[in-house]
């Protein structure tokens, strides 16, 4: 063996040890627990539930119409309810790893900012004639929640992939960010 190969080969052999002496495995992460995949399995589909977005259409269909007040009267009925009680039912899951209520609580933290920012924009169509720039506002405050909602769900799916089927995945459906 020549004298590079031989250094090399020690160099090897002292790093292995290192490895062994330090407990260090193959495996650069820790297992996550079962449970904690399961919390956020369940944390996932509650959060993706998100039967307020669905009823924005007729929202969306009114304002297209030129009836600001009736999208405003149909986000009181409708998308409104659907938002707070999202909010509270993801608040009130029971998850009992420390990781997931923290998840959780940021979830329900921002399903609560949603409806507030609906609130908002509900307010804002009730006036009748809207300005551009308060609804290009609005709609910037919803966006803004929206994303950090997906950065959210991005984050639980770093832990826990979603188990999905072709283009099933299961997210929240997208909003416009301007006024049609």
């Known amino acids: 063996m020549t004298q590079p190969a031989r250094r090399r080969s020690r160099a090897a052999a ?3 040890l290192a490895l062994l002496a330090f407990g260090c495995s193959d495996e ?3 297992e996550t627990p079962a449970g904690l995949l399961d919390e956020i399995q369940t944390l996932q589909q509650a959060i993706t539930e998100d039967l307020e977005l669905l009823a924005l259409d007729d929202v969306e269909a009114a304002l297209a119409d030129d ?3 009736r999208a405003g009267d149909l986000l009181e009925a409708g998308a409104l ?3 707070r009680r999202h909010a509270e039912t993801v608040a009130a899951l029971e998850l009992e790893n420390e990781r997931a209520l923290r998840f959780r609580d940021e979830a329900a933290e921002l399903l609560q900012r949603r409806a507030t920012a609906l609130e908002g924009y509900r307010e804002l169509l009730r006036r009748g004639l809207v300005e551009d720039l ?3 506002d609005s709609l910037s405050e919803q966006r803004t929640v929206e994303e950090e909602i997906e950065a959210l769900l ?3 799916e770093a832990i826990r992939p979603l188990q999905t089927k072709g283009k099933n995945r299961p997210r929240p459906r997208r ?3 301007k006024p049609t």
């Open 14 to 16: 002292a790093l292995a």
């Open 28 to 30: 650069s992460e820790e």
């Open 67 to 69: 009836l600001p007040v």
């Open 81 to 83: 309810p659907a938002a």
């Open 134 to 136: 308060a609804l290009l």
């Open 154 to 156: 991005g984050r639980l």
């Open 175 to 177: 909003r416009p960010t």
